[in-house]
């Protein structure tokens, strides 16, 4: 069996402020941030993953956060180097670093760039004054416009910058004003999406006056229109890009590929030599991740039959053109029949194309993913 491709995911996990709308593990910092214990974990663990590779090449590495940006460059390049002599990093990998405007310090861009970061994802989440208040984002507009075309002018291979619409008392006549204003920057990917009220985050305790149902989709359609225009194309549900820019290490999740994973709270995914598929997550807590006295995830699992089949169509059907079939069953290591079923249903309900060669939603498909992907768990039992 001829493995996935394989990705890394690197979690820094401070950032300068919670944002009110964000879930993920995400710590605001106090003090000094500590840079060489943290580090010296990050390659703790990249020396296990090492191990759990088996010498597969990796393709591409994503640094997320948190904030990133937060770390100095010559630490990013300490990193690098150190995971470059504990892995077999393809010369040609895609490096992602995620980066927020308030936090992006004139010339970081180019010296992250020398460091050997490829790309960098900028959250710029809109150029509203008042709605990046709102959003709990310690950047503002002007600050936002001029990251931008630093990073623009920092010879990267890529960048991205992250839209958020259908914002607290937006309409579609202000989040289309806003989407004009990102696409003027004129960034070869830009990823956009929808605010939602994540359980654990203060929005969810507090909630914020959203646009109803009806608005969000008129905001949604408004935003996708200008993204059309101006010659984006959608390659995910919340992702478009110049041809050619499309994020390599986020096309792998999507396409179950697996994915090494290093620092706190990181998940990974990686399929073992006996076709065993195993999700991992290590420890959550920073403090706590340094100072493990053992390494290793601290909870892990492996995927049954039925979480094959229902794991990869939540990602494949992100993708308007899906997953050709023979790839769909090499990565989950199951048969076609185990998909048809579940295909059936979809395809008679119009929210899968009847493709025999393609696992593929219809356009109606991605605008009820989640009808599409109830059509794939399992029977009762």
């Known amino acids: ?76 390049d300490r990193l690098l ?4 002599e504990r892995l077999a990093l393809s010369p040609t990998a895609e490096i992602t670093l995620e980066a927020n405007p308030g936090t992006a310090e004139t010339g970081r861009f180019a010296a992250y760039r020398e460091a050997g970061v490829t790309r960098v994802s900028l959250g710029v989440q809109s150029l509203d004054a008042a709605q ?3 959003l709990g984002r310690i950047h503002g507009p002007d600050e ?40 003027a920057l004129d960034a070869p990917h830009l990823s ?66 697996d994915y090494l994973a290093i620092g706190a709270g990181a998940h990974g995914k990686l399929t073992l030599a006996d076709g065993t ?7 959550h807590m920073p403090r706590q991740y340094m100072s493990a006295p053992t390494r290793g995830p601290a909870t892990w699992r492996d ?16 993708l308007p053109d899906g997953i050709p079939a023979g790839s769909a069953c090499e990565r989950a290591g199951m048969p076609l029949s185990a998909f048809e079923s579940g295909r059936g249903r979809a395809v008679a309900l119009g929210l899968m194309a009847e493709d025999p060669d393609t696992l593929r939603p219809t356009e109606r498909g991605q605008l009820f993913l989640n009808d599409l992907l109830a059509c794939f768990l399992p029977e009762p039992s």
């Open 1 to 76: 069996m001829t493995p996935p491709p394989l990705g890394l995911y690197v979690h820094l996990p401070w950032c300068v402020r919670k944002c009110p709308y964000c879930d993920f593990n995400s710590h605001p910092l106090h003090g000094t941030l500590p840079v060489d214990d943290y580090l010296a974990a990050l390659l703790r663990d990249a020396d296990e993953e090492a191990v759990a590779a088996g010498g597969r090449r990796v393709e591409t590495v994503f640094i997320g956060g948190g904030t990133p940006s937060l770390f100095p460059p010559e630490a990013i």
């Open 81 to 84: 180097a150190g995971l470059g």
């Open 132 to 134: 990046l208040h709102t």
């Open 144 to 183: 936002a416009r001029a990251a931008a075309r630093e990073l623009a002018a920092a010879g990267l291979a890529s960048h991205n910058l992250d839209l958020m619409y259908a914002l607290p008392g937006q309409t579609p006549e202000t989040a289309e004003a806003d989407a004009r204003a990102l696409i």
């Open 192 to 257: 956009c999406y929808q605010l939602t009220l994540e359980p654990g985050t203060a929005f969810a305790a507090r909630p914020p006056a959203l646009p109803d149902e009806d608005a969000a989709f008129d905001i949604q359609e408004r935003v996708h229109a200008r993204l059309r225009e101006a010659g984006y194309r959608r390659y995910e549900v919340s992702a478009w890009s110049r041809p050619g820019h499309e994020c390599r290490h986020n096309l792998n999740y999507w396409r179950f590929g």
């Open 277 to 283: 598929i195993r999700r991992y997550q290590r420890h």
């Open 303 to 318: 995927l049954n039959d039925d979480e094959r089949v229902l794991e990869l169509m939540m990602n494949a059907m992100r």
